[in-house]
């Protein structure tokens, strides 16, 4: 096991929640289940909800060992650390996914409001199929019912920034997930 850091860039870090190293094994072996269940796809897209998503898919798709392409959309939902259930596009995609295996890559599934919505959206569009990648998964707050096909981790309820994760922005650079101590935290 490496070193695990004692000191934190950021003042309202509470603790390690998921290291580094662990995720390095998480996600190439997702990258490996993509390579299996992808082998007869000749048009792959990783569809990447910004800007969360960043570090996760750019680290997965060196694992996948298939012809891809990647897009991204912007999406909002949240204010500060709660869902407002309301989902707004920011910005679009720009490839045409009709007739695409599309994997839509989001960095944490929490009430589950906006993969339910950008699933639904990105169905009319008519992929040639569409499955939904997570890095991470807080089962426990799910409002709507949705399917995850690839997760990389479950987490209980804890507002966790790091690995592509903000709070208001900061905390993306963080090589690994940590939970966030709220007493600590000034916006
Ligand atoms: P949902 O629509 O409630 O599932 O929220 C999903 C979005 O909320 C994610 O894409 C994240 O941007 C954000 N989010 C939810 N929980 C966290 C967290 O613990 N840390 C950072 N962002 C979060
Ligand atoms: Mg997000």
Request: glycine share 6%; net charge negative; with cysteine.
């Amino acid at each position: 096991m490496k070193p695990q850091p004692t000191t934190f860039p950021y003042p309202f870090i509470g603790r390690i929640i998921i290291s580094q190293e662990e995720i390095e094994e998480r996600v190439s072996q997702l990258g490996e289940l993509i390579t299996r269940d992808y082998q007869d796809s000749q048009r792959l897209l990783l569809l990447g909800l910004l800007r969360g998503s960043v570090m996760f898919i750019t680290d997965l798709m060196r694992k996948i060992q298939r012809p891809l392409t990647m897009d991204f959309m912007s999406v909002s939902s949240y204010s500060g650390s709660e869902s407002s259930g309301f989902v707004r596009i920011d910005s679009d995609h720009k490839t045409n996914i009709h007739g695409w295996d599309v994997i839509l890559i989001d960095d944490i599934v929490d009430s589950g409001y906006t993969i339910h919505t950008i699933r639904k959206l990105l169905l009319d569009r008519r992929p040639r199929s569409l499955r939904v990648c997570a890095f991470l998964d807080k089962v426990d707050k799910h409002k709507v019912d949705i399917a995850i096909d690839y997760c990389g981790f479950t987490i209980p309820d804890y507002f966790v920034v790091g690995y592509g994760l903000d709070i208001d922005e900061k905390g993306r650079n963080l090589p690994y997930i940590a939970s966030v101590d709220l007493e600590k935290y000034q916006a």
